[in-house]
């Protein structure tokens, strides 16, 4: 586990998928319990999408809920979860540090209940950000609705409450708004899949971490012109990993290391992954199964292009 502040959020879309599509044999018991209990098949697409994203994420680590119906892992040392959904998507977030999550529609309509959303010292802004920074924290805090949201004030990246300042991070992925809220200042990596390909990933990766193998579709091979500065010649393979969607709403990005020849495509390890402060979306790196880089080994062969962002190197191996 990295010594750094980091949340991790992956949200599961069930769009076009019965139930029986994202069910899987690992799930946990509560989760079932809780998908049978749903009324409507959309809500138990949800459900099932969310433990989806839990499997992804922590590969199935044993979690519970406690007081006031606040999701955590049996073990201390796994971190912290929290659980949302909207629409036909269910998501869950990690992190080494306490924290909440919450997602909705960017569609929703919240004009009506404004003034039981923002505080006095708040300008006007997107209503449904707002709600999303409010209930993340209050499901950081495990207070849940009975903190009065106009008592909270969310501006700038930081939120103000009676018990002191959080800290926060928005965005928005494929017409769904995020927010996670935390006690310190973090780093924050996001990723999308459809539930098939969520199943697929969990199949394919047994007991091992999910994505901790992956193929990459090279579209822009060793050699290769830069897209943006014709000057520039790809000093390593890149290309996306389908059926993931980062960040920035396109396909997650990946450096291919270890490899001196131009590529199609290249199935192989994930060593680390790039982290853009000033971006949307992090840069996976993938190397062939067994070989090591060092961190500085990994900045130098992609600072050609890393090297006009703020990045720090997360190490898988």
Not at 89 to 117: F, T, Y
Not at 194 to 215: H, K, L, Q, S, Y
Request: hydrophobic residues 40%; proline residues 4%.
């Amino acid at each position: 586990m990295t010594e750094r502040a980091l949340a991790r959020l992956v949200i599961v879309d069930g769009a076009g998928c019965a139930l029986s599509e994202c069910l899987h044999p690992r799930f946990s018991a509560s989760r079932r319990a809780k998908i049978e209990r749903l009324k409507t098949e959309e809500g138990r697409v949800q459900s099932a999408c969310a433990e989806l994203a839990l499997l992804l994420l922590t590969g199935g680590a044993p979690y519970r809920y406690g007081e006031n119906d606040k999701p955590e892992f049996a073990r201390a040392e796994d971190g912290y979860l929290s659980f949302s959904h909207a629409g036909s998507a269910g998501a869950c977030a990690w992190a080494n540090v306490p924290m909440g999550m919450d997602m909705e529609r960017e569609e929703r309509d919240l004009s009506a209940i404004r003034r039981r959303i923002v505080s006095p010292e708040e300008a006007e802004g997107n209503l449904t950000e707002a709600w999303c920074v409010k209930e993340a924290y209050v499901k950081k805090t495990g207070e849940g609705l009975i903190v009065p949201f106009p008592s909270l004030t969310a501006k700038d990246g930081k939120l103000y409450s009676p018990r002191g300042t959080a800290f926060y991070k928005t965005g928005a992925l494929c017409g769904d708004r995020y927010a996670l809220c935390a006690d310190v200042p973090f780093e924050r990596s996001v990723l999308r899949v459809n539930a098939r390909e969520a199943v697929r990933a969990i199949d394919e990766a047994g007991e091992r971490p999910a994505f901790e193998t992956v193929t990459v579709t090279v579209d822009r091979p060793l050699g290769a012109a830069h897209s943006s500065h014709a000057d520039i010649r790809y000093p390593v393979n890149y290309g996306y990993i389908k059926g993931l969607t980062a960040g920035d709403g396109e396909a997650q990005d990946a450096y291919i290391l270890g490899v001196s020849a131009p590529l199609c495509a290249f199935t192989g390890r994930r060593v680390a992954v790039i982290h853009r402060r000033d971006d949307e979306e992090d840069k996976w790196v993938v190397a062939p199964d067994g070989m090591l880089f060092t961190e500085k080994e990994i900045r130098n062969q992609t600072a050609f292009q890393e090297r006009y962002f703020d990045t720090w190197i997360e190490m898988m191996q």
